[in-house]
Each structure stands twice: as structure tokens, then as C-alpha cells.
Nanobody, 115 residues
Framework: QVQLLESGGGLVQPGGSLRLSCAASGRSFSFSVMGWYRQAPGKQRELVAT???????NYADSVKGRFTISRDNAKNTVYLQMNSLKPEDTAAYYC?????????WGQGTQVTVSS
């Protein structure tokens, strides 16, 4: 049974930084694509960033230049470094991991950007 365990969320002031981590367990080989999505209250879940097993990255326009996604294939772990955070980044952040046949989601970690 694959499980994704997220950590690193919290409350931060505008302009601050946070680093999210997502560790996948229950699988002995790497996922093809891992990523982060977020959902703010009353809004649909949206893509934040993805990274392939070959380290090719993709970002939402709203986070380009501020967020950096990375992964450790040996550990089946994906990270999201978030800098210059804005109040509009406030949301529940969800980790996603994909194989050829399946897609998995974490339970989410809350990020709140407020003074």
C-alpha cells in the first residue's frame, strides 16, 4: 500500500519561506512524475509544480521564480521550497505521485501566509 506523508506546512509572514516534504512509502521503485497541488477554500485544486524522474520541472505561472521543486529518487521523496510567500499562496498543499498505472495523493498540509 503506497502512502504519501507530507510535512513542513505552517504559518508564515508574507515574504517568508517554507519547505514542504513528501515521502512515499510502500513502493520499491521511483514514480515517473511527482508534484504538488494546492486548494484554497472555495476554489478548485490547482497544480503548483511537477517533476519527472529525469528531473524535468513544470511550474504554475503564479509561482515561477519563487518556488522550487526537487526530488530524491533514492528516497522517493519530493520537496517544494517556497520563497517570497504571498497571502494568496495560502492553501492546503497536496503531494501527488504517479506511476504508469496509478496516481496517489497525500492527505495535505496547510500553508497559511499572514501577518
Amino acid at each position: 500500500q503506497v502512502q504519501l506523508l507530507e510535512s513542513g506546512g505552517g504559518l508564515v509572514q508574507p515574504g517568508g519561506s517554507l519547505r514542504l516534504s513528501c515521502a512515499a512509502s510502500g513502493r520499491s521503485f521511483s514514480f515517473s512524475v511527482m508534484g504538488w497541488y494546492r486548494q484554497a477554500p472555495g476554489k478548485q485544486r490547482e497544480l503548483v509544480a511537477t517533476i519527472t524522474s529525469a528531473y524535468r520541472t513544470n511550474y504554475a505561472d503564479s509561482v515561477k521564480g519563487r518556488f522550487t521543486i526537487s526530488r530524491d529518487n533514492a528516497k522517493n521523496t519530493v520537496y517544494l521550497q517556497m520563497n517570497s510567500l504571498k497571502p494568496e499562496d495560502t492553501a492546503a498543499y497536496y503531494c501527488n505521485a504517479n506511476s504508469i498505472s496509478s496516481s496517489y495523493w497525500g492527505q495535505g498540509t496547510q500553508v497559511t501566509v499572514s501577518s
